[in-house]
């Protein structure tokens, strides 16, 4: 198992009812795979996730991207700014 | 060419942009504004809330002015987004080119904000009169 963290912003945010989750998972599971893992932890967020985007380390990835010990992911949830 | 990418909590001070992007070399200089409206079909907006992942708000925002600079001939350039708490007519973005001819500038100034509108990590909560607030986060 490794040990990551997932950010949360805006409507995200408010569902998981906090900005920063620390979580063990798998080593090597994907960006796909820890989005399911969340929805199965938060249901509410579950039509956030099929349409949001995710960075690690503060770079934008594709969901096959394989997280490593302490990654941090950032769940972004569709944009709304402009 | 130059080129200015900021987000901030500030007033936008557009006419300080303007003078920034005017250059000799460019016949045209267009200046988009996005401000908050008040009314959206029946809804009214008392207030937004913006806010940002800034790190990578900030790189796609560069990003994004890049791939315009080198497809329209762009100039210069500058980009801020504001955050925090804005009220209706204030201005949440300014987006101010430069290029030789108008129709690049035009045409520039509508690709970025398309393109921001799309992937910048910036969020928008929506706060009414009667203060029920909403994450804007569009379905499509």
Same mark, same amino acid.
């Given at each position: ?20 989750? !620390? ?16 929805? !199965? ?16 380390? !503060? ?9 490593? !010990? ?13 | ?13 557009? *006419? ?29 907006? @008392?207030? @937004? ?8 708000? +900030?790189?796609? @925002?560069? *990003?994004?002015? *890049? ?10 350039? +500058? ?32 690709? %970025? ?8 990590? %910036? ?18």
């Amino acid at each position: 198992m490794i040990k990551i963290s997932v950010v949360f912003f805006a409507g995200a945010r408010d569902i998981v009812g906090q900005n920063r989750l !620390e979580m063990q998972i798998p080593a090597l599971t994907s960006i796909a795979k820890l989005r399911a893992l969340l929805i !199965e932890k938060f249901p509410q967020l579950e039509s956030l996730a099929t349409r949001a985007a995710f960075a690690v380390n !503060e770079i934008l990835v594709l969901t096959d991207t394989l997280l490593v !010990e302490n990654d941090e992911v950032a769940f972004l949830p569709a944009v709304s700014g402009g | 060419m130059s080129m200015r990418i900021k987000l901030t909590n500030e007033p936008i001070a557009h *006419e300080e942009m303007v003078e920034n992007c005017r250059t000799k070399s460019a016949g045209a200089i267009v200046l988009f504004l996005g401000t908050v409206r008040e009314i959206t079909g029946t809804e009214q907006t @008392l207030f @937004l809330e913006y806010e940002a992942f800034a790190p990578v708000a +900030e790189k796609t @925002l560069l *990003e994004i002015a *890049e791939e315009a600079t080198s497809k329209w001939g762009i100039q210069k350039i +500058e980009i801020i987004h504001r955050l925090g708490i804005l009220y209706p007519g204030e201005t949440s973005i300014a987006v101010c080119v430069s290029c030789p001819h108008r129709a690049d500038a035009f045409a520039a100034c509508q690709q %970025i904000m398309n393109k921001i509108k799309e992937v910048v990590p %910036i969020w928008k909560k929506e706060t009414s009169p009667k203060g029920v607030s909403n994450w804007i986060h569009p379905k499509n």
